[in-house]
């Protein structure tokens, strides 16, 4: 099936995951930025502002000097209900940008509104518990520790799992394909391995000592880290982030401390590379993507999608039949790739028949709650 015969998931339809998002978590996380900061009046007219609109009113374009503003003008003056659901979220978070002025010139420019939502997990009780039970998990246990990034959100799921020598989860992976991307990155050889993330805090930092395993183990030889140039959505991880979450691990006691100082290293010796293009804050499909960030995910043995966001980016934010293949959805992606995600919206493919037939009959949702979860690899 094609894009064209998919339906493009809006939040049209009353009682819908995209419609929930736009209705209920988008006007609750105004208020929750609005609280943040003591804002002056100016920006906190621009967020009540949007709060209005998003409550109710017509998409508004941004300032006309805005830099960006003639990229975002395909759907101004449309219900936000309406239109594709990942334009919607991604002209959303843009908006809210504008409204803090953090590309504007003054005291606010290059504030991120998320920041203290970021920084209270960093800091929180939760991180030093699952930095600690990295100690209980083998050295050389790669299965381990990509379970620990793939459930790295999720604060119950993460190393304490892979550290009880069991994985509770397994069950409710719908798809898993960890043997063939082990298969890609065998040790000794030359591979070069990109990770394009997703949040920061809990989830980045699981991510962290996945890279480091893949190099200090000799799975990879370089690796990079893709992240947003800035702020987009409410925990995607930008540059500082990822610093902040470096810190983490070098200020840890034990195992944590030294996989923080093998990434300096990596760092310091170009082993380990850090990307932020502008296209990974774009409503688009990686379908679409500029041909200069193609170039560079052309060297990849394998380029590892974290995230649900990602994944509605590289597979299409279409209706899917769940049973579509994978591989065929991904052949426009520049290198082989690895999807790791935890479900948090409707978009699902690769899954068997006999798979889909055993979630449908469930009474609880599946496909939306982040109880379930996927490793895809395309072929």
Known sequence: MSADEAPVVTGAEPGSFARSVLAERHPALLGRVSAAFPWPPERRRALDDLLGEVSGGVIAPLPADAPDAGGWGAHVGRSWFEVPF????????????????????????????????????????????ELAALDAVGASSGEALLRGALWGNRADLGFRMSASGGDPAASHLVADDSARLWSRLPVGGAA???????????????????????????????????????????????????????????????????VGARLWSALSAGR????????????????????????????????????????????????????????????????????????????????TTPTLTTLEAGTTPWRTTGTHALIQVST
Do not use: Q
Not at 96 to 104: D, N, V
Not at 315 to 343: C, E, Q, Y
């Open 86 to 129: 990942l334009w919607a979220e991604s002209y959303f978070y843009r908006r809210l940008l504008a409204a803090t002025g953090y590309f504007e010139p003054g005291p606010w420019r290059g504030v991120d509104p998320f920041g203290p939502f970021k920084r209270d997990e960093l800091r929180g009780a939760v991180v030093d518990e």
């Open 192 to 258: 070069e391995v990109h990770l394009i993330a997703d949040n920061a805090g809990r989830e980045l930092i699981p991510d962290l000592v996945l890279l480091d395993h893949l190099l200090h183990a000799g799975r990879a030889a370089r690796a990079v880290l893709h992240l947003k140039p800035y702020p987009y959505f409410v925990s995607d991880a930008v540059t500082a982030d990822f610093l902040a979450a470096l810190d983490r691990l070098r200020a840890a006691p034990g195992r944590a401390a030294a």
């Open 272 to 351: 380990l590379g850090v990307g932020a293009h502008p296209f990974f804050c774009a409503p688009s499909p990686y379908e679409a993507m500029p041909d200069d960030l193609r170039r560079d995910l052309s060297t990849a043995t394998l380029t590892i999608l974290k995230g649900d966001l990602n994944y509605r980016r590289l597979v299409g934010d279409h209706h899917w039949p769940p049973t579509t293949a994978f591989t065929d959805r991904v052949t426009h992606f520049p290198s082989p790739v690895a999807a790791l995600r935890t479900l948090k919206s409707d978009v699902v493919i690769g899954l």
